[in-house]
Nanobody, 123 residues
């Protein structure tokens, strides 16, 4: 599967952005989907994940209550709605697909990665 992330940009603290990740190739609905991020100088970290059906989601504690992951299997797209953004959310955000059976929160369990999209939150 090929993944193409978009929607990053510059936003003020307290603002919002919605990231999108379009998939092509194998049937989109066969994958667990997730978002991770990597801030400059830091390791990549898990942000959110969603089950194949979209009914089950998981979030990192740092974004819980502010970010929402969703998917539209008819459009082969996964989204990350980011509200109440903070400067510490500044990072390159990556979408990923996993063939694991259950929703996964470990980056090592993802099999396919898209290119990143940069999110910059100014204070």
């Amino acid at each position: 599967v090929q993944l193409q992330a978009s929607g990053g940009g510059l936003v003020q603290a307290g603002g919002f952005l919605r990231l999108s990740c379009a998939a092509s190739g194998r049937p989109f609905g066969s994958y667990i989907m997730g978002w991770s991020r990597q801030a400059q100088g830091n390791e990549r970290e898990f942000v959110a994940a969603i089950s194949r059906s979209g009914y089950n989601t998981r979030y990192a504690e740092s974004v819980k209550g502010r970010f929402t992951i969703s998917r539209d299997n008819a459009k082969n797209t996964v989204y990350l709605q980011m509200n109440s953004l903070k400067p510490e959310d500044t990072a390159v955000y990556y979408c990923a697909a996993s063939e694991e059976r259950y929703v996964v929160v470990d980056d090592n369990e993802y099999d396919y990665w898209g290119q990143g999209t940069l999110v910059t939150v100014s204070s």
